[in-house]
């Protein structure tokens, strides 16, 4: 039997991993949710570290959400942590603290989609759900010859069938971790190792020699450019910084003053109009822009950072300015990390 196989496998196999360890849903969910656009070599280290800060479920609902985006910086997708922090609070407030059991009571979590729910139920609580995620879908899509392509709304009900079909429903949990250990060593999207596959004589790419075609996915989302221009506002040995607050990308995330424009600015004249009345271009010492690029998904931000010591502070204004090891505290995009980084501010 197919799933059999798989699972002996994994038992002989698997990696030694602190959340395969455990059956405690909480710590399951900070694992799967870390896990997400995360290699586990850099995401091992965060989830420690939610784990020892976070103990519970009840910890991390208490703690204040830039706390928690702060031990969060590094990772990216910063909403991933800003939906722990609110589902965290929903369990503790909306459901007396119990976490939720079941495939669907996990999915009116906010951020948990039908991977996460199917990993936390299967895992910990021992329901037939089948996990599909990314090594999933290539495992499958290999093994079956499936010429759906998986960035599409049909795929993941066909895939779920599909592993539905295929999982044991005594060993659940054993069988979901199987099939993506599977699929992140040793059906890798290249250079797969056929050879070390458990199910390699019932591999139809392998017996076809397809495995390169698979899985099938439609063109890609144009990558859309966009202009950051930060002044870096400095005065008496402290810094401007600001919330960004319902702007898209890094939600409730610190950062420079920031101006976007349509095109690259290279010219800080060019951004005087733009620049409002409590910030005198004309008495500030300017020092030479430096340019980062950075690549989101379906993003690329070009980023110019324009230093500016300031002649004088605003009133109004002398609460956003910060100390070296106030900003150390304040949760920050990977922007601005590596520019206080590279600067040694």
Same mark, same amino acid.
């Given at each position: ?8 496998? @994994? ?5 030694? +991993? =602190?959340?395969?360890?455990?059956? $405690? ?42 706390? !928690? ?16 922090? @609110? ?18 009571? +996990? ?5 948990v989609g039908n991977y996460t729910a199917a990993a936390i139920s299967s ?25 759906? =392509? ?5 795929? +993941? ?14 060993? =659940? ?56 221009? @930060? ?19 890094? $939600? ?22 733009? !620049? ?13 822009p430096t340019h980062k690029k950075h690549l989101l998904s379906h993003q ?6 324009? =230093? ?10 002398? $609460? ?6 106030e900003i150390e505290d304040l949760p920050k995009h990977k922007l601005i990390?590596? @520019? ?6």
């Amino acid at each position: 039997m197919l799933s059999e196989k798989i699972i002996d496998w @994994y038992y002989q196999n698997k990696r030694d +991993l =602190p959340w395969r360890n455990t059956k $405690n849903p909480y710590f399951i969910w900070l694992s799967e949710v870390i896990l997400q656009q995360t290699r586990v070599e850099q995401g091992m280290s965060y989830y420690y570290t939610f784990i020892e800060n976070y103990p519970t479920v009840q910890d991390l609902a208490n703690a204040p959400e830039e706390e !928690v985006l702060r031990t969060w910086q590094g990772l990216g997708y910063y909403s991933r942590a800003r939906n722990l922090h @609110y589902s965290a609070k929903y369990i503790c407030d909306e459901l007396n603290g119990e976490f939720p059991k079941t495939y669907k009571e +996990l999915l009116k979590l906010k951020g948990v989609g039908n991977y996460t729910a199917a990993a936390i139920s299967s895992i910990s609580f021992n329901e037939a759900q089948a996990v599909v995620d990314g090594n999933v879908y290539r495992f499958l899509s290999r093994l079956f010859e499936i010429k759906t =392509p998986i960035n599409t709304g049909k795929a +993941l009900k066909e895939f779920e069938e599909i592993a539905n079909s295929l999982i044991d429903s005594k060993r =659940p949990g054993d069988f979901n971790q199987a099939m993506m250990e599977i699929g992140a060593r040793i059906c890798k999207p290249a250079n797969p190792t056929c050879s070390l596959c458990p199910v390699n004589t019932q591999c139809k790419a392998l017996k076809n020699e397809t495995q390169t075609d698979y899985p099938v996915k439609l063109k890609k989302q144009k990558v859309k450019n966009r202009y950051f221009n @930060y002044l870096i506002l400095k005065k008496d040995n402290k810094i401007y910084l600001e919330k960004r607050i319902d702007m898209g990308i890094w $939600n409730g995330l610190f950062e420079f003053y920031l101006i976007e424009s349509n095109e690259p600015i290279n010219e800080i004249d060019n951004l005087s109009s733009q !620049v409002p009345n409590w910030i005198n271009l004309q008495t500030s010492l300017i020092e030479a822009p430096t340019h980062k690029k950075h690549l989101l998904s379906h993003q690329r931000i070009h980023a110019t950072f324009w =230093p500016i010591n300031l002649a004088k502070i605003d009133t109004d204004k002398i $609460n956003s300015f910060f100390s070296v090891d106030e900003i150390e505290d304040l949760p920050k995009h990977k922007l601005i990390v590596n @520019y206080l980084l590279d600067n040694n501010v």
